[in-house]
């Protein structure tokens, strides 16, 4: 008996050493595409212009404004998340403004969308708040937590991260906000998306020449026992 667990022992030897990890990693992205919308008269909203301020560059900014003239503005971003593999777990994500202009208090909302990494205007009325309010009256690097909303995108296999940035005040006297667009000259204001994540876990395998040789020497080392057993019982 005590020769046949010696064998299942070595047929256990063959089984290949698996092993499974997650890696973790991190994206970092600056926008696919960004542009700012307009409500022009008549404003009903529906917005009728893309652009990023033709005519003042100089400036590179994406702004939203409440409805002053008959005008409204908003802003959307879209980042390309296409690296990060299906299955994986996002541990952190941040969506990162320079601000140029943050001004008369109100709420500007952060909403969120699948993108397709071009904006369009239909970008501009989408509805799934994912921050309430972004704005806190004061100019400077305003880091924004979207682990979630990240982690709900990479679920349903999305390959582009939009959010788009609205004010919900009525008044012309709402917030003035203002962020530094993808066209800034100083890379560092640009805005950016920094995601956190593990991948999903993998098995490793030995290759086959590996388990080839594992697989003859069990055989032969059965082999060895059962000879050994029967001599042993002859004699």
Known sequence: MRYRYRCILLVVLIIPAVSSRSDAAILLANPADDRAGQDAAPFD???????????????HFL????????????FALEFDIAAIPTGSTITSA????????????GTVQLHGYSGDGAVSLADMVVSNVIT?????????????????????????LSQY????????????????????????PTPENRPLLA?????????????????????????????????????????
């Open 45 to 59: 909203g529906t917005f009728n212009t893309l652009f990023n301020f033709p005519g003042l560059q100089t400036f």
């Open 63 to 74: 702004q939203v404004g409440p409805p002053r003239d008959e005008n409204e503005f908003r």
């Open 94 to 105: 941040t969506l990162r403004f320079t601000e140029i202009r943050d001004e008369n208090g």
């Open 132 to 156: 309430a309010d972004i704005s806190d009256g004061s100019v400077g690097v305003n880091t924004i937590d979207v682990t979630g909303f990240i982690q709900s995108l990479v679920t349903g």
């Open 161 to 184: 991260a939009g959010f788009m940035a609205m004010t919900v005040e009525a008044s012309s006297s709402g917030p003035i906000y203002n962020v530094q667009s993808n066209e800034a």
């Open 195 to 235: 995601v956190e994540y593990s991948e999903p876990l993998t098995t490793e395998i030995p290759e086959q020449s590996s388990l080839l040789v594992w697989s003859l020497i069990c055989l032969g080392g059965c082999l060895s026992l059962i000879v050994d057993a029967k001599i042993r019982r002859a004699s």
